[in-house]
């Protein structure tokens, strides 16, 4: 059977479907319509379709109408709604529309867009939310025989990254990412931060933004880029700064529309899944993390792709670069946030990989970041979508969208929560208010011991490393 391609449309009373049923001949008697409330299913050889919408529709052939468009080559549905002046939600997501029967559940009781429509839940039901879902790391023993090398979305790859690696995949840090279990990525990881960390790249950088004169600010760029904003997040701040206070306190969500590629790309690029997710809070850690690197990416870049953006963010997002979505040390579980960890590890390596390593730079890209999350669920999809579309054409790189971004843009789109994004924006923003200079800290190179040949290390925080700069100035 093939999944014809689809468009929907609504009015007053009606939900209107149109399918593309092209290179066929057209034949009413063996095409099958069915409505089973909120279930759409539509059969013509080698064609079928099965949506399940939002809320109920009717089942009634003298009220529906089904009309056969030759000069477009589609077949036209007509169907009455239920309830005359519901809206139908995410008409426009095709991964949700498509989405497998026991992936949602069934209205009892009431509409399903009433449990989830965030135009009627304040900041505090948000929070009440957020805390429900528990943000506090899940600890389990792993036994013996568990698999503990396999990553990306959901543990659930291997016998990827060898190829990519092998065709010069230079995102990659691991030495050896098929033979390497979750506790031994966050050291290896948390190693070679530290080593690629520079300390007097960084002070020159400080330095220039403190200190440089027009010419230096102008070359280096840096004050026009902590004056820049990311096309999504102003979007957001222009719509939310005229929200009348009753509204900013129900906590609405952006209104987004999505373009006809996006819809293209979700409808042709997205895998139809369902999916078991072991641990749902790890996935949203990790769109977190996609989310800040492609927010510092569009500010370094003024709101442009280049033909480093692929590399830029894959280098800051922990769960690409190193297939990292532990982040901490089981040792260190049980005494730090794993969203502060993902903060702290987000500018960790913001300071050693992209050309500019700048603190206040770091700060602003996560509040511009915060503000995608409180955008909402249909913000963050176009985010990702972005991303998505990014790793999707590249030779090499594209294997993380294999590994990790196809499964992780299908899941959200289809089963992931407006409250509990905007819960998650909430926590992080409470986190990072915690997070200062003296709280990023690096192991880096002090000398060589002589009598031993062996390299010194000395922990400098980021504070002690610009006191040490101001004392030598």
Known sequence: MITPRFTITQDEEYINVQIKVSSIRFNASTMELVI????????????????????????????????????????????????????????????????????????????????????EETIADIREEGQQFDWEIKQEITSDDTPITKYGFNNSYSGYMNVSISNGNDINELDDPEHTNAEDRVKERLKKENLKFDPEYFAAEYMTSKYGDEEELQINGIKQLLNYTPPLCQSYRTWHSQLDPEQKEMNVSFPVEFTEKEQNQMHEHLPRKTYLVNDIKTQYLTILSILYSYTFEQIENEGNHTTESHWTIGKLTPQIAMLDQQILLSESMSEFSQIKAIIVTAIRRTLSYPLHRNYDLCIKAWNDTLDLLLGGKR?????????????????????????????????????GNDNVIKSLALQAKKELSNVDKSSIEFECVSGINEETGEVEWETLTVAEIEQLVEQEK
């Open 36 to 119: 089973d409330g909120c279930m759409f299913i539509f059969h013509l050889s080698p064609y079928y379709l099965r949506l399940r919408f939002s809320d109920e529709l009717v089942e009634d052939e003298t009220l529906n109408k089904v009309e056969y468009d030759s000069k477009h080559e589609s077949i036209n549905c007509k169907i009455l709604k239920a309830v005359k002046g519901t809206e139908f939600k995410d008409l426009d997501l095709p991964v949700k529309l498509l989405a497998a029967k026991n992936e949602q559940p069934k209205p009892t009781g009431g509409p399903l867009i009433q449990e989830l429509d965030a135009k």
């Open 379 to 415: 913000l963050v999809i176009k985010a990702l979508l972005d991303v998505h579309e990014l790793y999707r054409y590249h030779d090499v790189y594209y294997v993380y969208n294999k590994i990790l971004l196809d499964d992780l843009c299908a899941w959200f789109i289809s089963q």
